[in-house]
T-cell receptor, first 116, second 113 residues
Framework: EAQVTQNPRYLITVTGKKLTVTCSQNMNHEYMSWYRQDPGLGLRQIYYSMNVEVTDKGDVPEGYKVSRKEKRNFPLILESPSPNQTSLYFC???????????????FGDGTRLSIL | RKEVEQDPGPFNVPEGATVAFNCTYSNSASQSFFWYRQDCRKEPKLLMSVYSSGNEDGRFTAQLNRASQYISLLIRDSKLSDSATYLCVVNGRLTGGGNKLTFGTGTQLKVEL
């Protein structure tokens, strides 16, 4: 089954304790992206990757890091989480970049992070 | 001005009603357009793409007006199961290739008996 898998689904942690949210897709998609969703602000892009070893900042990259060492995985790293990073996070992927502009993205189930 | 603007609602309609959602976007170079549906606390899922000529999928009709930078979604004969948040999504090509999806904040629909 084609899917985007995120882990964990839920996490409550404390300020400053490094955490990683994993994202894996089995569709051989080149393009992957992370979003956060907050009430009244909608979905905002954090980082995206057009292929292995190619990553770029989205609209709200501050406080986050990503890596793309393999095509299928795109982890989101919070080195020193703060309460303003409490949010619902989605990973998404889509096909090749030439076709990507017209291809919708497939989303993971979401990760709800609470930073105390 | 937001890149993608939607009326947040909620729209409370009786079952069987016809309901229309509107969306405007600011980037005239935007290339492709979608409507996504998001159920409470779930991931967004593609409802339908929006084509310049307008397109229909069962009870759902999407239209695009590039000159006015306006997108619409019409739902006919609404069902209880249509209750969700509908996200207007605009896709633009990035300078270095790839694409960027910009999401509206969504319009909430509640269909009632």
């Amino acid at each position: 089954e084609a899917q985007v898998t995120q882990n964990p689904r839920y996490l409550i942690t404390v300020t400053g304790k490094k955490l990683t949210v994993t994202c894996s897709q089995n569709m051989n998609h080149e393009y992957m992206s992370w979003y956060r969703q907050d009430p009244g602000l909608g979905l905002r892009q954090i980082y995206y990757s057009m292929n292995v070893e190619v990553t770029d900042k989205g609209d709200v990259p501050e406080g986050y890091k990503v890596s793309r060492k393999e095509k299928r995985n795109f982890p989101l790293i919070l080195e020193s989480p703060s309460p303003n990073q409490t949010s619902l996070y989605f990973c998404a992927s889509s096909p090749t970049r030439d076709r990507g502009a017209n291809q919708p993205q497939h989303f993971g189930d979401g990760t709800r992070l609470s930073i105390l | 001005r937001k890149e993608v603007e939607q009326d947040p609602g909620p729209f409370n309609v009786p079952e069987g009603a016809t309901v229309a959602f509107n969306c405007t976007y600011s980037n005239s170079a935007s290339q492709s357009f979608f409507w996504y549906r998001q159920d409470c606390r779930k991931e967004p899922k593609l409802l339908m793409s929006v084509y310049s000529s307008g397109n229909e999928d069962g009870r759902f009709t999407a239209q695009l007006n590039r000159a006015s930078q306006y997108i619409s979604l019409l739902i006919r004969d609404s069902k209880l199961s249509d209750s969700a948040t509908y996200l207007c999504v605009v896709n633009g090509r990035l300078t270095g290739g790839g694409n960027k999806l910009t999401f509206g904040t969504g319009t909430q629909l509640k269909v009632e008996l």
